[in-house]
T-cell receptor, first 112, second 113 residues
């Protein structure tokens, strides 16, 4: 199937770390992405990881990929109120034309 | 570098009316995508262009939706006639080429009453 699944909601306190999880179904996925969507806005590309990598770090963001379990996670260190948004994981598959298959999004709420 | 531009930002129409959306991708991006995002869901691809040719329109409801990218730059997406279930945000994205990162515009929020 085409399903990419995420938990719907995560609440953390400012300064804590946030971990957003995602599972995907296609083992042939080449790139996996994390996008951020703030209210009324389009999707902002946060980071991506190539399928032959286990981890990628970019400032406060850490992406972990477990290919065996088809599990992807995004860790946000020192979460700030400005990080409150919906986070989407998406996979792009070599076998298709490059279209992104999105999860349903995780709403991150950061409490002061 | 300018991002992906879309207009209008909001549109309210009655069912059975027609509507058109416009997208201007990032300069030099060969691939252009239209996604539909229904409230509470992730975006779903409607159509993908490579330059001015259609690569994937398998999820486009062709009885009512049409899209074109005549000169390989700007694109328009049209709905005629609209149904209530077409209420959604329509997102345009572009990428340098297939399998490159996609950059999204702000979207057009369509409400069909």
């Amino acid at each position: 199937g085409e399903d990419v699944e995420q938990s719907l909601f995560l609440s953390v306190r400012e300064g804590d770390s946030s971990v957003i999880n995602c599972t995907y179904t296609d083992s042939s996925s080449t790139y996996l992405y994390w996008y951020k969507q703030e209210p009324g806005a389009g999707l902002q590309l946060l980071t991506y990881i190539f399928s032959n990598m286990d981890m990628k770090q970019d400032q406060r963001l850490t992406v972990l990929l477990n290919k065996k379990d088809k599990h992807l996670s995004l860790r946000i260190a020192d979460t700030q109120t400005g990080d409150s948004a919906i986070y989407f994981c998406a996979e792009i598959r070599e076998s298709n034309t490059g279209k992104l298959i999105f999860g349903q999004g995780t709403t991150l709420q950061v409490k002061p | 570098e300018a991002g992906v531009a879309q207009s209008p930002r909001y549109k309210i129409i009655e069912k059975r009316q027609s509507v058109a959306f416009w997208c201007n991708p990032i300069s030099g991006h060969a691939t252009l995508y239209w996604y539909q995002q229904i409230l509470g869901q992730g975006p779903k691809l409607l159509i993908q262009f490579q330059n001015n040719g259609v690569v994937d329109d398998s999820q486009l409801p062709k009885d009512r939706f049409s899209a074109e990218r005549l000169k390989g730059v700007d694109s328009t997406l049209k709905i005629q006639p609209a149904k209530l279930e077409d209420s959604a945000v329509y997102l345009c994205a572009s990428s340098l080429d297939r399998l490159h990162e996609q950059y999204f515009g702000p979207g057009t929020r369509l409400t069909v009453t």
